[in-house]
C-alpha cells in the first residue's frame, strides 16, 4: 500500500479539523466558526460521511483532510501528507531518500557545492569576492544562501558532474548544460555569481546567475525544466515562510540581492519575483501563508507599470495588497543597506492597491475631454468594483465620480453595465460552438461513474491522451475534491509529458500518478475519448456549481437577516442558476 493510500484508510476527518476548531453537531454533519477567518456565526461545515469540509463564508474553500492541513498549516501537498503521516504513525520517506531517488535533484545539490566552493577558494573568484563585500553581503550571508561563482570555463561543471557520474542528459534536463546547433554540449553558466533557487523544502531546483563584468543579460535563469518552474517559485520562500507566518505579512521584492539584503539585516518575510511580475500561482501560494502583503518593486517608470499589470492581473480580488513608496532611484537593496532602519517606516507607510490606482491612472488622461473620462472610466471602474468591502467601495466610486463630475450613483449603473457587457462578450467567446451529434457510444465508459471516480477517470484520460488537452481547458483546480487528484492536474497543467510529471512530483504523488497512468479503459476511439472527458468535464463543473450556489444562497439568507443589500447577491444566485441550467440542458440533449 502506498503511503498516500495508507494515510487516507486511517485518516477521520473529524478528528484532524477537532484539532484546530470546535466542532458542534449538526444533524449528520459538524459546524463550528472558520479557523481560516474570523466570524461572529459559524458556517464552517464538516462532512464526516463524504470525509470532507466546507467554509460558506469569506473562505468559500473547501475539501479533504489533506486540503485542511495544507491550509491550516501553510503546507504543500507532500508536506501535508507527511505531517498525517507522523500523526497517525506511519513513517513516510525522507527527504534524503526522496532526493536519492532524483538525479536531479542531485545534481543540483551537487552543483551548488561546486559553485560555492569556487567562490570561496579560487583565485578567480577574488573579483566576486569584491563585489559582495562592496554590496554589503557578509561572509556569513553569503555561506547561508549558498552563494558561489561559475567558473569561466566552458566545460568545468560539466566535467566536474561527469566525474560524480552524472550524464550529460541528466545535465541538459536540469537546465545545467546549453545545447549548441552543431549538437555540442556546454556549461550554461559562465563567470557568474551564482544564487541557488530552492522549492519549499529546500531543495534545489534551479539557480541565478547575476553578471559581473558588464556582459548581457545581467541576470540569466535556469531554463524551464522537470524541476524548476519560475512561475510557481519564489526565491527565498524557503527561508522566509516562517518569518511570513509569524508576521501574517508577506514583502514582495524584485531581485535576488533585494530579499538577500532583508534577510541580512532581520526583515525575514521578504521573497523575491527574481524579476518578472507575479503569477496567479505564486500570489495563491503567498494567499495561504499571509492575509497581507506589500509590493516593495523598483521605483522607476519600468517598476510602477510592472507593479501596474501585476495589480490588475495576478492580485485582481485581492484586497489587502499594498505597494511601498520607495525613493526615487532606490531600490530595496540600495535603502536597507544604506539605511536599514527606514525599511519598517516605508513598509508600514505603503499605500493601499486602489490608492496606487487613483495615483497612478487619472494623470495619464485629459479629463477635461469627454475621450479622456471614458477611457478612465473604463480603466479605473472596474478596479474600484473589485474591492471586497463595501464600505470602501462605496468611498472610491465616490472618489471617481469627483474626478469625473458625475454622479456616484450614475457612475456605479455605468459601470454594472459595462461589467454585464465584458461578462457577456467573455461567455459568448467561451463557449464551444458544436454541430448536432449523434448519441456518444461512451455512456457505459463516462455516465455510469460515480462522483467519487470522476476525478480520477478525467484525469486518467488526461494522461493517456495529450491530445484531449483541449478540452480539459474548462476544468478548474477546485473542481477536485481529492487533494491528490487536485495537485496531480495542477502538475499535468505545467507540463504534460507522463516522464516529465513524474520528476516534478515527490515520491506519493508520483505512486498516485502510477495509479491514473495504469487506469484500463474500455477500448475507445479519438472521438469517443473525446465525448467521455467532455462529459466528466461538465459534470464535474456542474458538481462544484452545486457547491457553490449553498454557499452563495447562505450568504443570501445572512444578506437579508442582517439588513444588507441583497441584489448584488441574487445576481449572482443568477448566474449560477443560469450555468446550472446550461449543463443540465447539453446533457440531455447529448444523451447522459
Given at each position: 500500500m502506498?503511503l498516500?493510500?495508507d494515510?487516507?484508510?486511517r485518516?477521520?476527518?473529524?478528528?484532524?479539523v477537532?484539532?484546530y476548531?470546535?466542532l458542534?453537531?449538526?444533524?449528520?454533519n459538524?459546524?463550528a466558526?472558520?479557523?481560516?477567518?474570523?466570524?461572529?456565526?459559524p458556517?464552517?461545515?464538516?462532512?464526516?460521511e463524504?470525509?470532507?469540509?466546507?467554509?460558506?463564508?469569506?473562505?468559500?474553500?473547501?475539501?479533504?483532510?489533506i486540503?485542511?492541513?495544507?491550509?491550516?498549516?501553510?503546507?504543500?501537498?507532500?508536506?501535508?501528507?507527511r505531517?498525517?503521516?507522523?500523526?497517525?504513525?506511519?513513517?513516510?520517506?525522507?527527504?534524503?531518500?526522496?532526493?536519492?531517488?532524483?538525479?536531479?535533484?542531485?545534481?543540483?545539490?551537487?552543483?551548488?557545492?561546486?559553485y560555492h566552493?569556487?567562490?570561496?577558494d579560487?583565485?578567480e573568484?577574488?573579483?566576486?569576492?569584491?563585489?559582495?563585500?562592496?554590496?554589503g553581503?557578509?561572509?556569513?550571508?553569503?555561506s547561508?544562501f549558498?552563494?558561489?561563482?561559475?567558473?569561466?570555463?566552458?566545460?568545468?561543471?560539466?566535467?566536474h558532474?561527469?566525474?560524480?557520474?552524472?550524464t550529460?542528459?541528466?545535465?541538459?534536463?536540469a537546465?545545467?548544460?546549453?545545447?549548441?546547433e552543431?549538437?555540442?554540449?556546454?556549461?550554461?553558466?559562465?563567470?557568474?555569481?551564482?544564487?541557488?533557487?530552492?522549492?519549499?523544502?529546500?531543495?534545489?531546483?534551479?539557480?541565478?546567475?547575476?553578471?559581473?563584468?558588464?556582459?548581457?543579460?545581467?541576470?540569466?535563469?535556469t531554463?524551464?525544466s522537470?524541476?524548476?518552474?519560475?512561475?510557481?517559485i519564489?526565491?527565498?520562500?524557503?527561508?522566509?515562510?516562517?518569518?511570513?507566518?509569524?508576521?501574517?505579512?508577506?514583502?514582495?521584492?524584485?531581485?535576488?540581492?533585494?530579499?538577500?539584503?532583508?534577510?541580512?539585516?532581520?526583515?525575514?518575510?521578504?521573497?523575491?519575483?527574481?524579476?518578472?511580475?507575479?503569477?496567479?500561482?505564486q500570489?495563491?501560494?503567498?494567499?495561504?501563508l499571509?492575509?497581507?502583503y506589500?509590493?516593495?518593486?523598483?521605483?522607476?517608470?519600468?517598476?510602477?507599470e510592472?507593479?501596474?499589470?501585476?495589480?490588475?492581473?495576478?492580485?485582481?480580488?485581492?484586497?489587502?495588497?499594498?505597494?511601498?513608496?520607495?525613493?526615487?532611484?532606490?531600490?530595496p537593496?540600495?535603502?536597507?543597506?544604506?539605511?536599514?532602519?527606514?525599511?519598517?517606516?516605508?513598509?508600514?507607510?505603503?499605500?493601499?492597491?486602489?490608492?496606487?490606482?487613483f495615483?497612478?491612472?487619472p494623470?495619464?488622461?485629459?479629463?477635461?475631454?469627454?475621450?479622456?473620462?471614458?477611457t478612465?472610466?473604463?480603466?479605473?471602474?472596474?478596479?474600484?468594483?473589485?474591492?471586497?468591502?463595501?464600505?470602501?467601495?462605496?468611498?472610491?466610486?465616490?472618489?471617481?465620480?469627483?474626478?469625473?463630475?458625475?454622479?456616484?450613483?450614475?457612475?456605479?449603473?455605468?459601470?454594472?453595465r459595462?461589467?454585464?457587457?465584458?461578462?457577456?462578450?467573455?461567455?459568448?467567446?467561451?463557449?464551444?460552438?458544436?454541430?448536432?451529434?449523434?448519441?456518444?457510444?461512451v455512456?457505459?465508459?463516462?455516465?455510469?461513474?460515480?462522483?467519487?471516480?470522476?476525478?480520477?477517470?478525467?484525469l486518467?484520460?488526461?494522461?493517456?491522451?495529450?491530445?484531449?488537452?483541449?478540452?480539459?481547458?474548462?476544468?478548474?483546480p477546485?473542481?477536485?475534491?481529492?487533494?491528490?487528484?487536485r495537485?496531480?492536474y495542477?502538475?499535468?497543467a505545467?507540463?504534460?509529458?507522463?516522464e516529465?510529471?513524474?520528476?516534478?512530483?515527490?515520491?506519493?504523488?508520483?505512486?498516485?500518478?502510477?495509479?491514473?497512468?495504469?487506469?484500463?479503459?474500455?477500448?475507445?476511439?479519438?472521438?469517443?475519448r473525446?465525448?467521455?472527458?467532455?462529459?466528466?468535464v461538465?459534470?464535474?463543473?456542474?458538481?462544484?456549481?452545486?457547491?457553490?450556489?449553498?454557499?452563495?444562497?447562505?450568504?443570501l439568507?445572512?444578506?437579508?437577516?442582517?439588513?444588507?443589500?441583497?441584489?448584488?447577491?441574487?445576481?449572482?444566485?443568477?448566474?449560477?442558476?443560469e450555468?446550472?441550467?446550461?449543463?443540465?440542458?447539453?446533457?440531455?440533449?447529448?444523451?447522459?
Amino acid at each position: 500500500m502506498s503511503l498516500l493510500d495508507d494515510v487516507k484508510s486511517r485518516l477521520d476527518i473529524v478528528e484532524v479539523v477537532s484539532g484546530y476548531t470546535s466542532l458542534t453537531p449538526a444533524g449528520r454533519n459538524l459546524k463550528a466558526r472558520c479557523p481560516f477567518h474570523s466570524e461572529r456565526t459559524p458556517s464552517f461545515v464538516v462532512f464526516p460521511e463524504r470525509g470532507s469540509w466546507r467554509c460558506f463564508g469569506a473562505c468559500a474553500e473547501g475539501g479533504d483532510a489533506i486540503r485542511f492541513v495544507m491550509k491550516a498549516e501553510n503546507q504543500n501537498f507532500a508536506e501535508a501528507l507527511r505531517t498525517l503521516a507522523d500523526r497517525l504513525g506511519i513513517q513516510a520517506p525522507s527527504r534524503r531518500a526522496q532526493e536519492a531517488m532524483n538525479p536531479l535533484l542531485r545534481a543540483n545539490e551537487e552543483v551548488a557545492k561546486f559553485y560555492h566552493k569556487h567562490l570561496v577558494d579560487s583565485e578567480e573568484g577574488a573579483d566576486a569576492r569584491a563585489y559582495l563585500e562592496k554590496r554589503g553581503v557578509s561572509t556569513e550571508t553569503a555561506s547561508a544562501f549558498g552563494l558561489g561563482l561559475s567558473p569561466t570555463g566552458w566545460e568545468d561543471m560539466k566535467n566536474h558532474l561527469a566525474g560524480q557520474g552524472f550524464t550529460d542528459a541528466q545535465m541538459l534536463q536540469a537546465g545545467l548544460l546549453h545545447r549548441s546547433e552543431e549538437g555540442r554540449t556546454r556549461d550554461l553558466f559562465h563567470g557568474r555569481l551564482m544564487f541557488p533557487i530552492k522549492d519549499d523544502g529546500g531543495h534545489i531546483v534551479g539557480f541565478g546567475g547575476r553578471e559581473l563584468d558588464g556582459g548581457q543579460p545581467k541576470y540569466l535563469n535556469t531554463p524551464q525544466s522537470p524541476l524548476f518552474d519560475k512561475s510557481t517559485i519564489l526565491w527565498g520562500m524557503d527561508v522566509a515562510s516562517e518569518g511570513i507566518r509569524l508576521k501574517d505579512e508577506a514583502v514582495i521584492v524584485e531581485g535576488y540581492m533585494d530579499a538577500l539584503m532583508a534577510h541580512q539585516h532581520g526583515f525575514t518575510n521578504v521573497v523575491a519575483s527574481m524579476g518578472t511580475a507575479l503569477t496567479n500561482q505564486q500570489v495563491e501560494h503567498l494567499t495561504r501563508l499571509a492575509k497581507s502583503y506589500v509590493l516593495a518593486l523598483d521605483a522607476d517608470a519600468a517598476g510602477q507599470e510592472a507593479t501596474l499589470r501585476s495589480l490588475k492581473s495576478s492580485w485582481k480580488g485581492v484586497d489587502n495588497v499594498r505597494i511601498a513608496l520607495l525613493p526615487i532611484g532606490k531600490d530595496p537593496d540600495d535603502l536597507i543597506r544604506q539605511a536599514p532602519d527606514r525599511w519598517p517606516d516605508v513598509i508600514a507607510s505603503a499605500e493601499s492597491k486602489i490608492d496606487f490606482f487613483f495615483r497612478l491612472l487619472p494623470p495619464r488622461y485629459d479629463l477635461t475631454t469627454t475621450e479622456g473620462q471614458r477611457t478612465l472610466t473604463e480603466e479605473l471602474g472596474p478596479l474600484v468594483l473589485d474591492v471586497q468591502d463595501s464600505t470602501e467601495q462605496d468611498r472610491h466610486l465616490e472618489r471617481l465620480g469627483e474626478l469625473l463630475g458625475v454622479n456616484r450613483h450614475t457612475l456605479e449603473e455605468v459601470l454594472q453595465r459595462q461589467r454585464q457587457s465584458v461578462l457577456r462578450a467573455a461567455t459568448a467567446k467561451g463557449q464551444r460552438q458544436r454541430g448536432p451529434d449523434e448519441p456518444p457510444k461512451v455512456q457505459v465508459a463516462a455516465a455510469a461513474f460515480k462522483q467519487d471516480q470522476l476525478e480520477a477517470y478525467s484525469l486518467a484520460l488526461l494522461l493517456r491522451d495529450p491530445e484531449l488537452k483541449e478540452v480539459a481547458e474548462a476544468l478548474q483546480p477546485e473542481f477536485f475534491h481529492e487533494s491528490e487528484n487536485r495537485e496531480v492536474y495542477l502538475k499535468w497543467a505545467e507540463c504534460s509529458i507522463i516522464e516529465e510529471l513524474r520528476e516534478l512530483m515527490d515520491t506519493p504523488l508520483r505512486e498516485h500518478l502510477e495509479t491514473l497512468v495504469d487506469r484500463e479503459f474500455p477500448s475507445m476511439d479519438q472521438k469517443e475519448r473525446t465525448e467521455a472527458l467532455a462529459h466528466c468535464v461538465r459534470r464535474l463543473e456542474e458538481r462544484h456549481l452545486r457547491e457553490v450556489r449553498t454557499q452563495i444562497a447562505t450568504a443570501l439568507s445572512q444578506a437579508i437577516e442582517e439588513g444588507d443589500d441583497p441584489s448584488q447577491v441574487i445576481e449572482e444566485l443568477r448566474k449560477q442558476d443560469e450555468r446550472l441550467r446550461e449543463i443540465h440542458s447539453t446533457r440531455v440533449r447529448r444523451g447522459f
